[in-house]
């Protein structure tokens, strides 16, 4: 995994309930601590608090969509530049 450089363009992010039967507990992406959330975000093959899912060029929230490219967030406007 992560041999490829290819650009992912669109929005993958799905809010998933946490502590399904027979589930580990997942790891947040972000801050690289347990998520014990009800939900958690799963982008691409990462999870997220839903805190934690925000841009990394400017930090904004990153609700309803968002950008990856090279397994970093990015809001639409930075996603673009
Ligand atoms: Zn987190
Ligand atoms: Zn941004």
């Known amino acids: 995994m992560g041999m490829s450089s290819e650009i992912t363009t669109t929005n993958?992010?799905?809010?998933?309930?946490?502590g399904m039967?027979?589930?580990h507990?997942?790891?947040?992406?972000?801050?690289?601590?347990?998520?014990?959330?009800?939900?958690?975000?799963?982008v691409?093959?990462?999870?997220?608090?839903?805190?934690?899912?925000q841009c990394c060029v400017c930090q904004m929230p990153l609700t309803g969509s968002c950008f990856v490219r090279d397994r970093k967030l990015y809001c639409r406007i930075d996603y673009d530049k």
Do not use: N, T, Y
Not at 12 to 18: A, F, L, R, T
Not at 25 to 42: Q, S, T, V, Y
Not at 44 to 53: A, G, I
């Open 44 to 53: 691409v093959d990462l999870s997220w608090h839903e805190q934690c899912l």
């Open 12 to 18: 993958h992010c799905w809010k998933i309930p946490v």
């Open 21 to 23: 039967p027979g589930s």
């Open 25 to 42: 507990r997942e790891m947040c992406a972000g801050c690289c601590r347990p998520i014990e959330d009800r939900f958690l975000m799963r």
